[in-house]
């Protein structure tokens, strides 16, 4: 008796240990297929994040290119007045000093109108730094023709510690492309 017992206690153990070692066994196999479905999800939420980042960014370039387009031989008066008033609004954003403005009207090439602004502003590199950003982040395709920077003229006793403002003169241009028929 007392062997059948002690059989059947080891019976018992071997099949304990059989079940463990299956159960050891599905359980890695599991875990590894888990591990590999993870990596596959952060890759596509990779992709995807990368996805909209770009759809935004060309949801923006649309948007310059949607506004950068016209059936029209030149600026309308509206237009430049409105990016004159984003020019002035910039520079006040940055607190900069307007000493001078003035708009020509360029030769446009062929599929393409130009107009050009000559800016004075006085400021410090920072502000100018910032005004330049700000200037290129709007919805206009800018070229800045001509940037120079010039130190002012300081008359009577000055704060040492005060930051050194600039003459800046800037010659830019706004485009507009001309739609073909």
């Given at each position: 008796?007392?062997?059948?017992?002690?059989?059947?206690?080891v019976?018992?153990?071997?099949?304990?240990?059989?079940?463990?070692?299956?159960?050891?066994?599905?359980?890695?196999?599991?875990?590894?297929?888990?591990?590999?479905?993870?990596?596959?999800?952060?890759?596509?939420?990779?992709?995807?994040?990368?996805?909209?980042?770009?759809?935004?960014q060309?949801?923006?370039?649309?948007?310059?290119?949607?506004?950068?387009?016209?059936?029209?031989?030149?600026?309308?008066?509206?237009?430049?007045?409105?990016?004159q008033?984003?020019?002035?609004?910039?520079?006040?954003?940055?607190?900069?000093?307007?000493?001078?403005?003035?708009?020509?009207?360029?030769?446009?090439?062929?599929?393409?109108?130009?107009?050009?602004?000559?800016?004075?502003?006085?400021?410090?590199?920072?502000?100018?730094?910032?005004?330049?950003?700000?200037?290129?982040?709007?919805?206009?395709?800018?070229?800045?023709?001509?940037?120079?920077?010039?130190?002012?003229?300081?008359?009577?006793k000055?704060?040492?510690?005060?930051?050194?403002?600039?003459?800046?003169?800037?010659?830019?241009?706004?485009?507009?492309?001309?739609?073909?028929?």
């Amino acid at each position: 008796m007392k062997e059948k017992y002690l059989l059947f206690i080891v019976g018992m153990i071997l099949v304990t240990i059989l079940f463990f070692w299956i159960a050891n066994t599905n359980l890695k196999k599991n875990v590894t297929e888990i591990e590999r479905y993870d990596t596959r999800i952060k890759t596509s939420l990779e992709k995807l994040n990368s996805a909209m980042l770009m759809d935004a960014q060309l949801s923006q370039f649309k948007e310059i290119l949607d506004n950068s387009l016209t059936t029209s031989d030149r600026f309308s008066i509206d237009e430049l007045n409105d990016f004159q008033r984003e020019i002035e609004r910039l520079r006040d954003n940055n607190r900069m000093k307007l000493i001078r403005i003035s708009d020509t009207n360029k030769y446009n090439e062929p599929g393409l109108l130009e107009h050009t602004y000559t800016l004075e502003l006085e400021g410090t590199f920072q502000q100018m730094g910032k005004f330049i950003s700000d200037l290129e982040a709007q919805n206009y395709i800018i070229k800045i023709q001509y940037l120079d920077v010039s130190p002012t003229q300081v008359s009577g006793k000055t704060d040492p510690n005060a930051p050194s403002t600039y003459k800046i003169t800037m010659e830019l241009s706004i485009y507009k492309v001309k739609k073909e028929a």
